[in-house]
């Protein structure tokens, strides 16, 4: 048992188990909180993955943002704080049967192909300059150049939908302050 | 003789290895011991910089200082960390015990696992992994968590605002960190800091890029928390803001990381834009690098102090006003002319450093005019709204 | 391939412990002794009215937000930023026009006022 196997059952227990907890937990903040740790979780197993800049990628997006997000959109409804039912109802063990039944089913087919491995697949280059052939890829007008433009505009679709939606009562036209 | 890093490093590793330690465990065993070491001058480094920006701060506001506990009041934070140690850690009623203890605990290792891709010289550096500057911005806004964590759980309301204030503060500030930190980037071709340093050996990065470099230092303050941007922790705002419950070590901690943070962007912005340890025969003589590292760090330290007793505090609109109206557009402008300009100027083979100059001297004029209607428009404004308190059929005062 | 990230994996927990031991030497050291005054919640001196939960306003998450796609986009052009030495003009051209669509979003939310600190 090599240390990266141990270092990858660990970072994968700590995972589910914190998956788990963001299912069950009775208060809405705690089960923020347990999200954030799984997210750090896959972090790490990117990290194991060779995929470094996947793995800051997860920190700095999900964890640094949509997580603060969560916690912020959790703080804005009335009773976050006094959440305090249990979150399961009489049928959970059914669709506890039913998660494992699907995940084993996931593995049973993943072992039906042939060359699945756990090792990533080398690159042509040294991974020094990984980042460069996804940059020049990005902007590539044979590779990723349309998908890179219409993600600017679907980011911009979000942030203009969500200023719609959640726009402030008043207007930027009220002259009179109020606090 | 000029390179002790190495000398050091590789003496420890045949001693290890004679031990009869396997090679690739001593390598790991001298990683662990490297950044045991990295913690621990981290932490004991905060007990001169405190005691320095406490006397370089007085000073500026004509006092004295720190001078009763040892000779020019050296050891007064020793002192006031000996105090700490015999509070009482207090955990409010209600409060959620365990997110309460390890907040503080969150906010440390955001800071102190900052220093893991710093280059102070040429052979000393944590590691070099090849995303350090987006590993700064993902690991700097772990900080921003356990602040929020700090506050959600203190069961106070004063607590409660003052961390979302915070870490709105944090969040809107991060954005024109960001965006600055894609030009050094850029410049260099690489987001490892080791190649980013290596790249302004011709060059450092402050002379092709002057308005990015302002950038980033102004959101690195306001990403601390320091004055002039110390709105969340100012006593007659909102009585110490997220860390109102907080007491002996735990607050201890909160104030470690923070000046600890300020140090560190002075050594991050010493490292991105004014060449980290570059300076005459500093490759030759690792040693000497990291000299200048120190010099350097030391110097832009000063600055950020000077800053602080010198500005007033930012109100919190002000605040909002100076992130998204000013510092974000600015700082997506930085990018696009650093970008076309670098390309245009290779292109038709001009000297490299003069069109970054005009090109950021261009920005700045670009900026100064765009202020001046800003300000026009907010007088007219103000003007439109005195005449009209000044008419003589208002009965009651309107707000302001 | 990870020898980079190891010396990381030892600091962060590293930077975890050492404030932990800290506090908990603290803990050892100082008297205990709770008190329910001592316990209660501090608002300047007089007792707190109601619950702690406080409704926020949807300022912050628009601020949120904002920052969110903001980072989206810088890690879009991290790695534009990265291969920049050996792009030619019009592909940098191509990352600037990214960059201008999303500087109009923020013209859009400025104009909306969605910046205004209410």
């Known amino acids: ?179 | 003789m000029g390179d002790p890093f190495s000398l050091i490093a590789n003496w420890l590793l045949d001693l290890l290895v004679g031990f009869g330690l396997e090679l690739e465990f001593t390598k790991v065993l001298l990683k662990f011991l490297g950044a045991g070491l990295m913690g621990t001058v981290a932490m004991l480094l905060m007990l001169f910089t405190i005691w320095l920006e406490r006397k370089i701060v007085a000073r500026i506001q004509d006092r004295l200082g720190p001078n009763r506990v040892g000779p020019y009041g050296i050891f007064q934070t020793v002192a006031d960390l000996l105090k700490l140690l015999t509070k009482e850690v207090l955990v409010p009623s209600g409060a959620d015990r365990f997110v309460f203890i390890i907040a503080p605990m969150l906010v440390v290792m955001s800071v102190v696992g900052l220093w893991a891709v710093v280059p102070f010289a040429p052979t000393l550096f944590g590691t070099d992994v090849n995303v350090g500057v987006l590993y700064l911005v993902s690991i700097g806004s772990i900080g921003t968590l356990g602040i929020m964590m700090a506050g959600l759980s203190s069961n106070n309301k004063f607590a409660l605002l003052g961390a979302f204030r915070t870490v709105a503060m944090m969040l809107s500030y991060a954005v024109p960190m960001i965006l600055a930190l894609l030009v050094p980037t850029m410049l260099a071709g690489s987001m490892g800091l080791v190649d980013i340093v290596e790249a302004q050996s011709s060059m450092w990065f402050v002379v092709l890029a002057p308005v990015t470099t302002l950038i980033f230092f102004i959101s690195s303050i306001a990403e601390v928390g320091r004055a002039p941007f110390d709105l969340l922790e100012a006593d007659s705002e909102i009585v110490a803001g997220f860390h109102i419950e907080y007491s002996g070590l735990s607050f201890g901690m909160f104030f470690v990381a923070e000046f600890l943070h300020a140090f560190t962007i002075s050594a991050l912005t010493a490292t991105l834009f004014f060449g980290g340890w570059q300076g005459p025969g500093a490759e030759a003589y690792p040693i000497l690098g990291f000299i200048y590292f120190l010099i350097k760090t030391g110097l832009v330290y000063f600055v950020v102090i000077w800053f602080r007793g010198t500005f007033p505090r930012i109100r919190i609109d002000q605040l909002n006003t100076l992130n998204w109206k000013l510092l974000v557009p600015l700082g997506l402008a930085a990018v696009v002319f650093t970008a076309v300009i670098d390309k245009w100027a290779a292109e038709q083979d001009l000297s490299r450093v003069l069109m970054h100059l005009a090109g950021n001297a261009l920005l700045v004029v670009l900026t100064l005019f765009a202020l001046r209607a800003y300000a026009r428009s907010a007088r007219k404004k103000e003007e439109a709204i005195r005449s009209e308190l000044m008419k003589p059929s208002h009965v009651s005062g309107a707000g302001d | 391939m990870h020898e980079p990230w190891i010396f990381i994996a030892f600091l962060l927990p590293i930077g975890f412990i050492l404030p932990a031991v800290t506090i908990l030497f603290n803990r050892l050291l100082a008297p205990r002794r709770p008190n329910k005054i001592k316990d209660s919640t501090y608002e300047c001196g007089i007792e707190t009215v109601g619950e702690t939960w406080v409704q926020l306003k949807g300022q912050y998450y628009i601020f949120g937000l904002i920052f969110l796609i903001f980072d989206i986009e810088a890690v879009f052009l991290f790695p534009w930023a990265v291969a920049y030495d050996k792009l030619q003009l019009y592909m940098v051209l191509e990352g600037v026009l990214f960059i201008l669509i999303l500087a109009g979003g923020l013209l859009y939310a400025w104009r909306r006022g969605a910046l205004e600190w209410v």
């Open chain 1, 1 to 179: 048992m090599t240390g990266l196997q141990i270092v990858f059952i660990a970072v994968g227990v700590i995972t589910f188990a914190a998956a788990v907890m963001v299912v069950v937990s009775r208060n809405l903040v705690h089960a923020a909180l347990w999200l954030i740790l799984a997210l750090a979780g896959v972090a790490v197993l990117f990290v194991i993955l060779e995929a470094g800049f996947l793995a800051i990628v997860q920190v700095a997006v999900y964890i640094d943002a949509i997580a603060i997000l969560i916690i912020v959109t959790v703080m804005l409804t009335r009773h976050a704080m006094r959440d305090d039912e249990p979150q399961l109802n009489k049928t959970w063990i059914w669709s506890a049967l039913a998660a494992i039944l699907l995940f084993g089913g996931l593995l049973f087919l993943f072992n039906q192909v042939p060359d699945l491995v756990a090792q990533a697949a080398p690159l042509v280059e040294t991974d020094d300059t990984y980042l460069e052939i996804l940059g020049k890829s990005l902007v590539d007008v044979d590779r990723f150049v349309i998908p890179f433009e219409v993600a600017s505009v679907l980011l911009l679709a979000a942030m203009i939908g969500a200023i719609v939606v959640a726009r402030p009562p008043s207007s930027s036209s009220q002259e009179g302050g109020q606090e």
